[in-house]
Structures are given as C-alpha cells and as structure tokens.
C-alpha cells in the first residue's frame, strides 16, 4: 500500500514539475521577444511603409499582406473542411472509405509545411498560372489549414447529442434539414474555435508562403489578389537572413516578431471567449 502511494507521489510531482518547467520556458519566451523587441513598437512602426532598404520605417505593408493571405485562405479552407466534416460525420460508408480519408487528413496534417510551399509554387504558381501573389499563398495556406478545420468540426458536430437528431427527424424533418437546422447551428461554436484557431496558424507560417506569395521590399499596398505581398512571418525571416544592416533590422525583426505574437494571441483570446460563452449556454 506504501508503495502505491509513493508511486502515486512521484507520478504526480513529476506532473507538476513537468506543468512547472513548461510555464517558465513560456514566460521566458515572452519576456525575451518583448525585452528585445519592444523598444521600436510605437504607433508609426504599425502605421508606415519600411524605408531605406527596411533599416528604418513600420511594417504597414506586412500586417496588410497577413490579413489578405489569412482571410483568403480561411475563405477557402472553411466552407471546404466543414462540408469534408458533414460528410465523414453524417454520410460517408463504408467503413473503410472513413478509415481511408481520415488517414489521408492527418497525413496531410503532418506534411511540413516547406513541403506545402513546394506543392503551392508547382500548382497555383506554375501549373495554375496564378503567379506569385496572395492568391497562389492564400490557397497554400488554406491546404494546410485544412486538417485543423475538417478535425475541428468532426469533433464539434460529433458532441451534437443524437436525441436531437432523432427528435428532428420524428417530427418529419429530412436528414438534410436536419443536419442544417440542427445539427450544425448546434455545433456553430466550437466549429468556430477550430477555424479560429486555425487562422493564427495560418497568420503565423512563413514556409507556405516563402515561393508562392511573399515578397522581400516594397512600399506598396495590394491592389488585387493577383498581387504579391510582405507578411509578418517573412518579413522577419528576411530581415534576419537577408539583411545588410543587421544593426537596424534586428530590432525590427524583434518588434515584428513581437507584434505577430499578439496578433495570434489575440486571436487565440477570441477562441477562448467563443467556447467560453457556448458552454455557458448549453443546456444539456
């Protein structure tokens, strides 16, 4: 019996400790992006175009470029990922067809995404003729968004009890009816989370976007979608590797890399509050 309970002692302080050591390397990470990149946020760094070959200047041009490639990617992976999750949910058989796609989905999900910028340059850059711009970025990052959507939603449409199901259906409902004016309206929140947590992904990857959208310097705003652009992750990784003037453009590249950071946590923020107030409102 003693035995047992120091096991049960054990296992739990190296939970703790475990719990512990992974808050302190957060906190350390924060405070050392913030520490080194704090000093050149101010309201013209998020308001200006770069200037004097990105020594000096804001990042205008890169947080517009992030906002076109996230809401043109999660435009295209939404409707795609939760129509994939009705089907697998609702629809599909036999057993083995389910069993295959799911497979295909999580290999998918486990693709690096250096490989999805290879897959994007070759399809929507080349094959596709859409050139580099945030079009052929935008649908290379919706791919890899995909799994997190299509994952998300199977979950949330999976937690939608079965007696609602069966209680629309009694009533004379249709199954499609069903799926529409129950099922779904039901799950809407934490398929919501998923997509919302999928956008901070998609704001945050560079790889993707390295051959099929970014560009290294320009002034310039998108006019269209067939336009490339700067983003956030590439501006950082081109400050940091392309740079002549490292002096300059590492403190840029912190405070870039500072202002990306609450761009998602903000967005994770938003993630959280959803699935808060639709818990608070379920009544079953």
Do not use: C
């Not at 400790?17 to 906190?27: E, Y």
């Not at 076109?68 to 057993?95: D, H, Q, R």
């Not at 050139?131 to 999976?158: D, M, Q, R, Y």
């Not at 590492?250 to 639709?278: C, K, S």
């Amino acid at each position: 019996m003693k035995i047992r309970v120091v096991k049960q002692s054990i296992a739990l302080t190296l939970v703790r400790l475990s719990v512990l050591v992974s808050i302190i390397f957060l906190f350390v990470f924060f405070i050392l992006i913030i520490a080194k990149g704090g000093k050149v946020l101010s309201l013209s760094f998020l308001t200006e175009a770069p200037r004097e070959a990105m020594t000096k200047g804001g990042i205008f041009p890169a947080i517009i470029g992030t906002f076109y490639l996230t809401v043109v990617a999660i435009s295209f992976a939404f409707p795609l990922g939760v129509l994939t999750s009705i089907y697998l949910t609702e629809y599909a058989k036999p057993a083995w067809l389910v069993s295959t796609i799911r497979i295909a989905i999580n290999t998918l999900a486990g693709v690096p995404s250096i490989v999805f910028g290879l897959f994007g340059l070759a399809v929507f850059v080349n094959i596709f003729g859409f050139g580099v711009s945030i079009l052929s970025g935008s649908l290379t990052l919706g791919i890899l968004i995909l799994p997190i959507i299509i994952n998300a939603s199977e979950e949330a449409i999976k937690t939608v009890p079965k007696d609602f199901r069966e209680a629309s259906l009694s009533l004379g409902a249709t199954k499609r009816q069903t799926i529409l004016k129950v099922v779904l309206p039901t799950a809407l929140p934490n398929i919501l989370t998923g997509a919302i947590i999928s956008v901070g992904r998609a704001a945050g990857e560079t790889a993707p976007i390295l051959f099929t959208a970014a560009t290294f310097y320009t002034r310039k705003l998108p006019k269209s979608i067939s336009d490339e652009v700067m983003a956030l992750p590439y501006h950082i990784y081109a400050l940091m590797t392309e740079g002549t003037n490292p002096k300059y453009q590492v403190p840029i590249a912190y405070g870039t890399a500072v202002v990306l950071l609450f761009l998602i946590l903000i967005v994770n923020a938003v993630a959280i509050v959803i699935r808060y107030r639709a818990r608070r409102k379920k009544k079953w």
